[in-house]
């Protein structure tokens, strides 16, 4: 063994990256949710039974009144952007070419709204109230993803 003085070592520093793959259960009421999307191309929300607010995505308690949701009701396709903001750099964060439009769309039928990405559209003309719908992935895999986007709906 060498004997050194720990004081006067100079550290060395690397810089590397670590990937971390991991995997968690989704829940009952997000996994009814995904399945949903993924085998039937339809969204689901929970309403509460007693102030009957409309959730989407779905959630398992009412978070005003805190009873337990356990009437499932489908909402959309179609939806209203009720607010927006464009990506224009680019980040690992953000898979898609830039600029990205992400914006809180509110299905038909739900009384929130769940954040996703506009697609398809010139991001100058994405606006407050815009009408959009769900365009679904040809492969679907249970993740919210298998909606590519949300894209105008046509006239």
């Known amino acids: 063994m060498i004997d050194q003085d720990l004081s006067k070592v100079t550290p060395q520093v690397y810089e590397s990256k670590i990937g971390v793959p991991y995997t968690w259960w989704a829940g009952d009421t997000a996994t009814r949710f995904l399945e949903g999307i993924r085998?039937?191309?339809?969204?689901?929300?929970?309403?509460?039974g007693k102030c009957s607010r409309t959730y989407v995505p779905p959630r398992k308690n009412c978070p005003g009144c805190f009873e337990e949701n356990a009437e499932w009701v489908q909402v959309g396709p179609g939806a209203t952007v009720v607010t927006f903001t464009v990506a224009r750099r680019p980040?690992?964060?953000?898979?898609?070419?830039?600029?990205?439009v992400f914006a809180l769309v509110k299905p038909d039928g739900a009384d929130t709204a769940m954040l996703h990405r506009i697609g398809d559209v010139d991001p100058e003309k994405v606006?407050?109230?815009m009408r959009v719908k769900p365009r679904f992935a040809a492969e679907r895999k249970g993740h919210i993803r298998d909606i590519e986007c949300f894209v105008p709906e046509q006239g």
């Open 39 to 48: 085998d039937r191309g339809e969204l689901w929300a929970t309403r509460c």
């Open 91 to 100: 980040l690992a964060a953000i898979p898609d070419p830039v600029p990205v």
């Open 127 to 129: 606006s407050i109230g």
